[in-house]
């Protein structure tokens, strides 16, 4: 490693890029995509930890590869940490890791992170017990190891060096990489890895209150209207006038319950958290479609007329019905509530999310009304715990990931990039301030949940392209820095 340096944090100025708003097709991200990489299978050790209970059971691990700009043998080879989703998914939208590869002659590969897309190590009994206790951030970074250590081989490229990348739960675990694996990963850019608040260090009011300040920064009046809605549907509730609640909100089942009702207040939150996590300033096809700048376009519904509650519907509906072709929500499948307040998504990904918030990932927010424009709705320890015992028969370790990961004590580590947008609820359970000369944070003025993973795009702030560049500088220093290193080891 290079001596430490002067401590910097990279903040990138809000200024106006001055580029119109209607942007160009996108040719990083979406439906070039599948042409570029190479869709294949890693045989992977089902139990890295226990030689007894699998024996040496494999399973089929889906990865995605292109070689497109490979200088073969001796570029980078830029690894991106798969994490809760299918993987096409998440190529698809870090056109970055592309155009990087496309300037320093790198092998991308986007791996699959087990349980998740086709990864499922037991088919359709994945998430039965006891098969899914093989679910564990442990056995997912076991996985990128063995992989990169065997594919390096195979492609003849034991030299190369490997940077991480992730976003969300992929930018946490691209870290995690950096931190339990330096002798396989030269760096990481982690990108909006919410490292602290998901091993329970901050304040579980933080989430729910910067989704309101998004939309109170479009102009206080919409938190107002929102916090109105949501007052006036209380009251309905305490009345327990549903039928008027089910047309309202063009329900398509009756509400008969308290249990309902609050399954309706998760709906419509969710609604507004997607619209904060995904403020791009471009439509994008990410974790459903999203217009322009979803925030703004929410809050011009939320004050486009003087009823509120058929406002907030609306407002709902640019998340749950985009496309115009509902007739009605049907509560119990546009939402599922889970061990994660701020959405596990549907389908078995969402199986899999929940099993992880229920054993290592801590999402205990709340939304109490006070700091934020939601209805109160407390997560606590004790909720969680009698969630997950019910659910997945488990009790969640609420101080492992800060034992195992390391938590806030960081400044021992090395070559991570921290990157956060301003505009990201998840940002402040992150770090905002680099701690070394090669622990940095990028703080993205105008950014969104991981905007600078994305493909560079006509509508992007310059606080963005910035940010790429100041990425694309450290991460080319630490591979010739390991360059360097692997050659004075032979």
């Known amino acids: 490693m290079s001596p430490m340096l002067a401590v910097f944090t990279v903040s990138l100025l809000c200024v106006g890029h001055g580029l119109p708003l209607s942007f160009q097709s996108r040719k990083h991200d979406g439906f070039q995509t599948e042409c570029q990489f190479t869709e294949k299978y890693f045989t992977q050790t089902l139990d890295h930890f226990n030689f007894n209970s699998m024996g040496n059971g494999t399973f089929q691990q889906r990865y995605l590869i292109t070689d497109k ?68 951030v442990e056995q997912a970074l076991a996985d990128f190891a063995l992989m990169i250590s065997e594919l390096k081989q195979q492609l003849a490229a034991p030299l190369c060096p490997v ?27 982690a990108a909006s890895a919410p490292v602290l608040s998901t091993a329970g260090l901050g304040d579980s ?27 006036q549907l209380t009251e ?38 997607l619209m904060a996590m995904l403020d791009y300033p471009y439509s994008t096809h990410f974790m459903g479609n999203m217009p322009a700048n979803p925030v703004k376009v929410g809050c011009e519904t939320m004050l486009s007329g003087p009823d509120l509650l058929t406002n907030l519907r609306n407002t709902a509906g640019i998340v749950y019905n985009s496309t115009g072709e509902l007739s009605c929500f049907d509560l119990y499948t546009l939402y599922l509530q889970c061990a994660d307040p701020t959405g596990c998504g549907l389908g078995l990904n969402s199986l899999a999310w929940d099993y992880q918030a229920c054993t290592e990932i801590n999402l205990c927010y709340e939304s109490n009304n006070v700091t934020d424009m939601f209805p ?20 969640p370790r609420p101080g492992w990931l800060k ?34 000369s090669s622990l940095v944070a990028v703080n993205i003025c105008e950014g969104a949940h991981h905007l600078d993973l994305r493909g560079s795009n006509a ?32």
């Not at 989430?207 to 009046?221: C, G, K, L, Q, Y």
């Not at 008027?244 to 398509?252: H, N």
């Not at 109160?376 to 997950?388: G, Q």
Request: charged share 20%; net charge neutral.
């Open 69 to 136: 700009y490979w200088k073969k043998g001796y570029g980078p080879i830029f690894f991106y940490t798969g994490n809760e989703g299918d993987i096409w998914e998440f190529a698809a939208n870090s056109g970055f890791i592309s155009e990087l590869a496309a300037q320093q002659g790198g092998l991308v590969i986007f791996a699959e992170h087990r349980y998740y897309g086709r990864s499922l190590p037991f088919g359709k009994d994945s998430f039965s017990s006891p098969q899914v206790g093989l679910l564990t």
């Open 163 to 189: 940077i991480a990348f992730g976003g969300s739960y992929g930018g946490m675990l691209s870290a995690y990489m950096r931190l339990k694996y330096p002798n396989m990963v030269a760096g990481a850019l």
């Open 205 to 231: 009011r933080q989430f729910f209150r910067d989704v309101t300040a998004d939309f109170e920064r479009v102009s206080p009046a919409c938190r107002d209207a929102v916090r109105g809605a949501f007052q």
């Open 236 to 273: 309905l509730a305490q009345l327990q006038d549903y039928s008027r609640i089910q047309s309202k909100f063009f329900l398509c089942s009756p509400l008969a319950s308290s249990q309902d009702i609050q399954q309706l207040y998760g709906l419509l939150r969710n609604a507004f958290t």
């Open 376 to 395: 109160p709705m407390a997560f606590t320890e004790t909720d969680r715990e009698r969630y997950c015992s019910q659910r997945w028969a488990v009790l």
């Open 403 to 436: 034992t195992q990961f390391w938590g806030d004590a960081l400044s021992t580590a090395s070559n991570i990039i921290f990157s956060n947008g301003d505009l990201d609820p998840w940002a402040n359970g992150g770090v905002r301030r680099s701690l070394s």
């Open 459 to 490: 509508a992007d702030p310059v606080s963005v392209i910035s940010a790429r560049k100041t990425e694309a500088e450290l991460i080319a220093q630490w591979v010739e820095q390991e360059r360097v290193r692997s050659q004075q080891s032979l």
